[in-house]
């Protein structure tokens, strides 16, 4: 059974750079497709973009130019940096993991980790 | 861009049916899935790829999808079905979640 697991800064200063780690144990993450997914408080769901350790990304458009999504395999974790932030940008982050689309679901999240974009 | 919307709101009788949609251009063209997000928690996945259930997803939940509407279906709602459920369905590369339905079961 896999296993993700949040990690980073509950807050972040306005312009600064947000940065997440989620770390997956009991599955290897040189397979599948690694999102990450967030919740302003009280409102639903929005992707944020994928890595596929083939090397693939996708981003949310709203969001391009300041996401950047990495994996590390050596540690089995996969990373989010969003840039410039603002007090839009607070929200619970998830990280979950998917197949590969259009085909698969998100079968797998986080525990999510509330950031609070505040000076 | 591409938009998936649902009723704000959805309220049933325990033992009886919840019907929930989801709405978006040609979606029956695409998979839909949906999940369950209780407060507090993280979503999980009840529905994929329009009827599918995980394992250990209860029987009464089922999904269909046709047309422009993806539909959720809990037959015999107890009371602890009541969540907030959301659809998802993925659009050039780009993964869209709904807006959201909460469940309330009086």
């Known amino acids: 059974q896999v296993q993700l697991q949040e990690s980073g800064p509950g807050l972040v200063k306005p312009s600064e750079t947000l940065s997440l780690t989620c770390t997956v144990s009991g599955g290897s993450i040189s397979s599948y497709y690694w999102s990450w997914i967030r919740q302003a408080p009280g409102k639903g769901l929005e992707w944020i973009g994928y890595?596929?350790?083939?090397?693939?990304?996708s981003y949310h458009s709203s969001l391009k130019g300041r996401i950047t999504i990495s994996v590390d395999t050596s540690k089995n974790q996969f990373s989010l940096k969003l840039r410039s932030v603002t007090a839009a940008d607070t929200a619970v982050y998830y990280c979950?993991?998917?197949?590969?689309?259009?085909?698969?679901?998100?079968?797998?999240w986080g525990q999510g980790t509330l950031v609070t974009v505040s000076s | 861009s591409y938009e998936l919307t649902q009723p704000p709101s959805v309220s049933v009788s325990p033992g009886q049916t919840a019907t929930i949609t989801c709405s978006g251009d040609?979606?029956?063209?695409?998979?839909a899935c949906w999940y369950q997000q209780k407060p507090g928690q993280s979503p999980i996945l009840i529905i994929f790829q329009d009827n599918k259930r995980p394992s250990g997803i209860p029987e009464r939940f089922s999904g269909s999808n046709s047309g422009n509407t993806a539909t959720l279906t809990i037959s015999g709602t107890q009371a602890m079905d009541e969540a907030d459920y959301y659809c998802q369905a993925w659009d050039t590369g780009t993964a869209i979640f709904g807006t959201g339905t909460k469940v309330t079961v009086l």
């Open positions: 040609k979606l029956g063209d695409k998979y």
């Open positions: 890595f596929h350790y083939s090397g693939s990304t």
């Open positions: 979950a993991r998917s197949g590969a689309p259009p085909l698969a679901a998100f079968d797998s």
